[in-house]
């Protein structure tokens, strides 16, 4: 089995950390692969670390319950280690010079009282950290390096150190691979610091794991957010970028097997943009896309240390824009599953579960009874039980986040509909027992996939209708909920 782990910083971090965790599900990464994730915030409220925590645990949920390690949707395991907050120790010290105790070190020593002064300005010495490190990396440096008195025995980080550790004793060659954008505050600042803190770690085992990153350069924009006073400002992102960069030259070979650089020359607009917290909680890029498919990339191989991530037409990303052998197919699978299920099988199944005779319900629908039972007294699964309807649940929670996911890097770039023309802005998860009556029927998945033209002898794979009676004629080594979400990933 292969081990990865991935860790997001800050807000772009987690973005990347759910694609990741999509990308992982639908079986882009591979078989038999566990995927470890940790998401590191100053801000606990972020909008973007709580969408990535939600997508965290309806994978979990999902892959428990419906894993079959013969099909790739859902084949590797996944663990979450939880989110590390650095300014943890300090919950009642969220200021620069409350963390530095400013008043005591002047006390102590004068001269180290100047250099502070000379290195911190004096709104940032007073600036609010609870909603990050607002586009100041120096910031951002100074607080996260302070785990290094800790010796990564706090929060998550035990756990995940010793699971590496564990892993190379077992002869496996684990890989760690970070997210961050390279222009703000939290990634610029966190992504080079924890890559370099990680990598001593380490020690003896350093040589058997491979440490990866994905630094994403800048690829949006936006306005000056209305609430705060002290924000990252677009004008330095360049600056940032620079400074950022140079330090990762130092430190590439020393502390990272390779570097994948990602970026965007078109710009994405964020429109009324939030300092932090809950209201920072920007829409999903293809950027993101391609830095997670990057976590199943060779690191080295023809490019040393760095390497660039392109697309072939800069105003509009395509398919074959997307790294990895198998990424692409994964994912057009997972959407093409998801999107059948959530407009067509799902409102069946609670059709079903309604029916008293289910003998009755499987002449319209003759894949019905190759998954569940008719009738009492035979091995298949009742879909009115409750462990059934638990799953028919995870599911669809899943593939409603993976669905809002898609669509929106969809419509992520300046020239829209790249990927997937999903133009339905209702997509939610519905918990009852009853069909959902606002999800339009559907029976045609030919203009889903943009691009993808199938042989005039693989046509029925478009039509929902001959993809349930192919259900209908195969034979099937699992039933119930978990046999037809997999066997329809198999033939879509």
């Known amino acids: 089995?292969?081990?990865?782990?991935?860790?997001?910083?800050?807000?772009?971090?987690?973005?990347?950390?759910?694609?990741?965790?999509?990308?992982?599900?639908?079986?882009?990464?591979?078989?038999?692969?566990?995927?470890?994730?940790?998401?590191?915030?100053?801000?606990?409220?972020?909008?973007?670390?709580?969408?990535?925590?939600?997508?965290?645990?309806?994978?979990?949920?999902?892959?428990?319950?419906?894993?079959?390690?013969?099909?790739s949707l859902f084949s590797g395991s996944l663990r979450n280690y939880g989110y590390w907050n650095p300014l943890g120790d300090y919950s009642d010290r969220l200021t620069l010079s409350d963390i530095y105790r400013e008043a005591g070190m002047r006390a102590v020593d004068a001269g180290l009282g100047e250099l502070y002064d000379c290195l911190v300005s004096p709104e940032e010495k007073q600036a609010d950290l609870s909603v990050g490190f607002r586009g100041r990396p120096s910031i951002g440096s100074a607080v996260v390096s302070r785990i290094r008195a800790t010796g990564f025995s706090q929060g998550p980080w035990p756990d995940l150190i010793n699971d590496i550790q564990a892993d190379c004793a077992n002869g496996d060659k684990p890989r760690i691979h970070l997210f961050g954008s390279i222009f703000g505050g939290t990634g610029s600042s966190g992504l080079p610091t924890l890559g370099t803190l990680v990598s001593r770690q380490l020690g003896g085992v350093r040589d058997a794991v491979e440490i990866t990153a994905s630094v994403l350069l800048p690829y949006f924009d936006f306005d000056i957010p209305d609430d705060e006073d002290i924000y990252a400002e677009a004008k330095n992102f360049t600056l940032n970028t620079d400074a950022a960069l140079q330090y990762l030259a130092r430190l590439a070979g020393e502390s990272f097997n390779c570097i994948y650089l990602v970026g965007d020359g078109t710009k994405q607009r964020y429109e009324q943009p939030a300092t932090g917290g809950p209201r920072q909680n920007n829409p999903s890029s293809c950027i993101e896309l391609i830095a997670a498919a990057a976590v199943s990339a060779e690191p080295g191989v023809g490019y040393g240390n760095g390497a660039y991530l392109t697309v072939s037409d800069e105003s509009v990303m395509t398919w074959e824009d997307i790294p990895g052998e198998v990424t692409a197919k994964s994912v057009k699978s997972a959407l093409r599953t998801c999107y059948a299920w959530h407009f067509n099988i799902y409102n069946e199944l609670r059709e079903a579960q309604r029916f008293e005779s289910k003998k009755s319900f499987t002449k319209g629908a003759p894949w019905f009874d190759r998954f569940f039972t008719l009738s009492e007294g035979t091995n298949r699964p009742d879909v009115e039980s409750e462990e059934q309807s638990k799953k028919i649940a995870a599911f669809d929670k899943w593939s409603v986040d993976f669905l809002q996911w898609l669509q929106e890097l969809s419509w992520s770039g300046s020239a829209r509909e790249q990927l997937a023309d999903i133009r339905d802005d209702m997509l939610k998860n519905y918990q009852g027992l009853e069909p959902d009556t606002s999800r339009p029927y559907i029976e045609s998945l030919e203009n889903l996939v943009i691009g993808q033209t199938l042989a005039k002898r693989e046509k029925w794979r478009d039509s929902i209708d001959l993809l349930k009676n192919n259900l209908a004629d195969r034979k099937h080594r699992i039933e119930g909920v978990i046999g037809l979400i997999n066997n329809l990933y198999e033939i879509i």
Request: proline share 0%; charged share 20%; glycine share 12%.
């Open 1 to 71: 089995m292969k081990k990865v782990y991935v860790i997001g910083i800050g807000g772009t971090g987690a973005k990347c950390v759910r694609a990741a965790v999509h990308l992982h599900a639908s079986g882009a990464y591979g078989k038999d692969v566990r995927l470890g994730i940790l998401l590191v915030d100053a801000d606990a409220s972020n909008g973007n670390l709580q969408a990535a925590r939600e997508t965290v645990q309806s994978a979990l949920e999902a892959g428990n319950v419906l894993r079959d390690t013969n099909v």
